[in-house]
């Protein structure tokens, strides 16, 4: 009896480190293929190195960002989901966890809107077009460095208790 509350107890915890694992590597994917659609890699033959030379091909690179914003936002629905059914009740968001939460939000959100762009029945005229590359470029730059400052600091996404 003591040894399946044991496992009952940690498989959470191994769901939680994986699911983690996987958020790490979908934001180092994500991160890099949106950089290499602007072509940094190219200019600077970062691309020349051995290895690296998928990341000076743009549709590789898209496919991959495409790719991994499904994960990422599969991750996202996941965890509010959790968040919202199980651990409301035991767990509160901090501050810094609000700022990553609306910040991660509105990077999906601005995603989503330039996904919509790529369609052949494109509803936005060029000017929009241009402030929705800015502000994505902008969540994606304000998200990084606040996930470098919480790292460094170490702030949690959410607190016990209430």
């Known amino acids: 009896m003591e040894k399946m509350?044991?496992?009952t107890v940690e498989a959470p915890k191994e769901r939680n480190r994986w699911i983690y694992?996987?958020?790490?590597?979908?934001?180092?994917?994500i991160t890099l293929s949106g950089?290499?659609?602007?072509?940094?890699?190219k200019r600077y033959y970062i691309a020349d190195l051995p290895g690296l030379g998928w990341l000076a091909r743009y549709y590789v690179t898209h496919?991959?960002?495409?790719?991994?914003?499904?994960?990422?936002?599969?991750?996202?629905s996941y965890r509010i989901t959790r968040y919202l059914v199980e651990d409301r009740h035991r767990l509160s968001?901090?501050?810094?966890?609000?700022?990553r939460g609306?910040?991660?939000?509105?990077?999906?959100?601005?995603?989503?809107?330039l996904t919509i762009r790529t369609l052949r029945a494109n509803p936005f005229p060029p000017e929009t077009?241009?402030?929705?590359?800015?502000?994505h470029i902008l969540f994606m730059v304000l998200f990084l460095f606040t996930l470098l400052?919480?790292?460094?600091?170490?702030?949690?996404?959410?607190?016990?208790g209430f």
Request: glycine content about 6%; some cysteine; aromatic content about 14%.
């Open 93 to 99: 968001l901090t501050p810094s966890g609000y700022l």
């Open 21 to 29: 694992a996987l958020y790490v590597l979908t934001l180092v994917m």
């Open 35 to 41: 950089f290499a659609q602007m072509p940094i890699f």
């Open 129 to 135: 077009i241009v402030y929705l590359d800015l502000a």
């Open 5 to 7: 509350k044991a496992e």
């Open 102 to 113: 609306s910040l991660l939000l509105g990077l999906i959100f601005s995603g989503a809107l």
């Open 63 to 76: 496919l991959i960002h495409y790719l991994s914003a499904a994960v990422l936002i599969g991750i996202v």
């Open 149 to 160: 400052f919480c790292a460094l600091f170490k702030n949690k996404w959410t607190k016990s």
